[in-house]
């Protein structure tokens, strides 16, 4: 796993066995006090999330999922969304990571 500053955010990526899909972390410009967790738009990733924790989680298109600070972390659902996240490359061939809703626009 590597850190680096991408858009001078702070990016992970699974450099070394290009297993995943790049996260990204940094605050919603949006909302006040809201902050993010970006994956690449161009995966099926936010759309598989959506489709198993809607209702949990709150999305922006399918490039992100939306946190307020003063709400308390959904632990669980976050971490398996990031660990999908970091095995996306191992797993994209797999149907619980495709999604219905499918869509590549930014």
């Not at 680096?4 to 955010?9: A, E, I, N, Y």
């Not at 990204?24 to 909302?31: A, D, M, Q």
């Not at 669980?76 to 619980?96: G, M, W």
Request: charged share 35%.
């Amino acid at each position: 796993m590597e850190e680096k500053l991408t858009w001078g955010q702070p990016s992970y990526v699974t450099s070394e066995t290009k297993s995943g899909s790049s996260i990204r972390l940094g605050r919603e410009k949006k909302s006040e006090g809201d902050f993010a967790v970006y994956f690449k738009c161009r995966t099926t990733l936010v759309n598989s999330f959506r489709d198993r924790y809607e209702g949990v989680l709150r999305f922006e298109g399918n490039r992100a999922i939306l946190f307020n600070a003063e709400d308390e972390l959904p632990i669980r659902e976050l971490s398996d969304c990031i660990a999908k996240a970091l095995t996306y490359n191992l797993d994209k061939k797999s149907p619980r990571l495709r999604s219905s809703k499918e869509s590549h626009e930014c």
